[in-house]
């Protein structure tokens, strides 16, 4: 089994990841697989405490640790675009994208792999088969889907050269003056509370686009344009302008008096050429229950005050 390390997971110890996928099997037994050269790190044997790196590729035989296969499971699927090479599915809130930890049913992975179980590229392991980049478990949208490796690559680099245009509806606390702005500032993991990530010098090149789509008393509906693509980036970057995500409690936004499954951001359009053609597709669905659900309560409330 190999897994591709992914930028939220770099700085993980490797005897951490190893034992966070299964539930029955402990830290001990991992570093005793780890120390015998059973747990490879590109290729090679690595200490229990190696502090991983994305892009780093994590190997081991299933029978080392009795791997069960990861089960295809018949979850509906909102398909809104797919060719000889692709999908793009519309991920609901509340789903993983793909397993992580001990996690390893009722992602978006487990159902690919009922819908199309032959065809999806294997770049990133065997638990992210066809996954091409991600949305958090409590971010709802658009999510390209390679169904080989070669598609796989043709879309991270468009990903990558910036040429892949990704863009956000999401609804902030407080009321932002600016009509739009960019936010351009490095990323890192933050080092109190390694489930957060953080502005951090010396972290990676971030950048995001916003624009103003209506304010209210205490709130902001905006539109957002990712440049690059870091871990939580929108989360991050919004709250570092002093306008965190409503309901994200992660970084700081607090529970708001409309309930809703944590933070209320969705990925409505995607834009991108078709693999292997000079073809650009562009993709927009509407606004998700829980975007319309806090959209209706602000506007009811009278809390509006203009319309950009």
């Not at 169904?147 to 863009?167: C, D, S, V, Y």
Request: net charge neutral; hydrophobic share 35%.
């Amino acid at each position: 089994m190999e897994y591709l390390i992914e930028e939220n997971e770099e700085h993980k110890r490797l005897d951490k990841f190893v034992s966070e996928m299964f539930a029955d099997i402990s830290r001990e037994t991992v570093q005793d697989a780890i120390k015998k050269g059973l747990v490879l790190v590109n290729e090679k044997p690595k200490k229990p405490s190696y502090s991983l790196k994305e892009k780093d590729k994590v190997s081991f035989d299933k029978s080392v640790f009795e791997v069960k296969p990861l089960e295809a499971e018949d979850i509906k699927l909102d398909i809104v675009y797919e060719d000889e090479n692709m999908l793009v599915v519309n991920k609901p809130s509340g789903m993983l994208t793909h397993p992580a930890g001990k996690e390893n049913f009722g992602t978006l992975v487990n159902a690919l792999l009922n819908y199309c179980p032959e065809t999806l590229s294997d770049i990133g392991g065997e638990f992210r088969r066809g996954i091409v980049h991600r949305l958090d478990r409590n971010t709802s949208g658009l999510l390209m889907v390679a169904k080989n490796n070669k598609t796989h690559e043709f879309l991270q680099k468009q990903i990558k050269e910036k040429t892949a245009i990704r863009k956000y509806y999401a609804v902030v606390k407080g009321v932002i003056d600016e009509d739009n702005g960019v936010i351009n500032k490095p990323i890192g993991r933050c080092l109190k509370n390694p489930q957060r990530m953080d502005i951090v010098e010396g972290g990676r090149e971030s950048l995001t686009y916003y624009k103003v789509l209506e304010r209210f008393k205490e709130n902001t509906f905006v539109e957002l344009e990712l440049k690059t693509g870091r871990t939580h980036q929108i989360r991050v970057h919004m709250t570092s302008i002093g306008h965190p995500v409503l309901n994200d409690t992660l970084y700081g936004a607090g529970t708001s008096k409309i309930h809703t499954q944590e933070q209320v951001l969705m990925a409505y359009s995607l834009t991108f050429t078709k693999p292997f053609s000079d073809e650009i597709i562009n993709i927009q669905i509407d606004k998700d229950e829980k975007l319309e659900k806090v959209l209706r309560y602000l506007r009811s409330r009278n809390w509006k005050f203009y319309l950009k």
